[in-house]
């Protein structure tokens, strides 16, 4: 089955400075990568996500890039706010199931 | 839209009793529900995936006749924990898709704190 990794597990970052978080998979039949944020106690909510047939996309602040050769993908929050503190979860996808990565925990420092 | 609904959101019960936690999908008709289990500060565990009208398919490790599921339509999944034990205390996660393999939306949870 597909084996996700994530990294790191916890993540500091002044405000205003901006966070990466990177996920290998392991299947190259994945097709489709999405990113969740949960805040303590809340359900996880979509970020952003992307399918195998792009390489990067842009929301505002967020961004998503993958490479399908290497296998991995990666967020990319700039201007950090303390909003932004939560733990992210990446996901791979393949036919209906999602496998997710461990979490990140990221805090922003005010 | 997508929005995901799970009831209760929080229940205590006596070890040995049985708890149902109801999954509605509230604006769409979901294909596809999914069942998570998530410890504290882990990842979001997949305990089984169900199909309208459909037998559930569980995860390795995960007991059919613990944890029962019925899809008994396009926008109500439940799933029910028999005879819980203390093990079972957890937060219960249900999703839905409207298309399989494509985004899943989350339910707000179920905190299960078997005593």
């Known amino acids: 089955g597909e084996n996700v990794e994530q990294h790191p597990s916890t993540l500091s970052v002044q405000e205003g400075d901006s966070a990466v978080i990177k996920c290998t998979y392991s299947?190259?039949?994945?097709?489709?990568f999405p990113w969740y944020k949960q805040e303590l106690g809340k359900r996880p909510q979509l970020i952003i996500d992307i399918r195998s047939n792009v390489g990067e996309k842009k929301d505002q602040r967020i961004a998503v890039t993958l490479n399908k050769t290497a296998k991995h993908f990666s967020l990319h929050i700039t201007e950090t706010q303390p909003e932004d503190s939560a733990v992210y979860f990446c996901?791979?996808?393949?036919?209906?199931?999602?496998?997710f990565g461990t979490g990140t925990s990221l805090t922003v420092i005010p | 839209g997508a929005v995901v609904s799970q009831h209760p959101s929080w229940v205590i019960c006596k070890s040995g009793t049985s708890v149902k936690i109801e999954c509605r999908s509230l604006?769409?008709?979901?294909?596809?529900m999914f069942w998570y289990r998530q410890f504290p500060k882990q990842s979001l565990m997949l305990m089984a995936t169900s199909n309208e009208g459909s037998k559930a398919t569980y995860e390795q490790g995960v007991e059919k006749d613990k944890f029962l599921i019925n899809h008994a339509s396009l926008t109500l999944s439940t799933l029910t924990v028999t005879s819980a034990h203390p093990e079972d205390s957890s937060f219960y996660i249900c999703?839905?898709?409207?298309?399989?393999?494509?985004?899943?939306?989350f339910g707000p949870g179920t905190r299960l704190l078997v005593l």
């Open positions: 604006d769409f008709q979901a294909t596809t």
């Open positions: 299947d190259s039949a994945s097709n489709y």
């Open positions: 999703s839905a898709s409207l298309i399989a393999g494509e985004t899943q939306y």
């Open positions: 996901a791979a996808s393949i036919g209906n199931q999602f496998y």
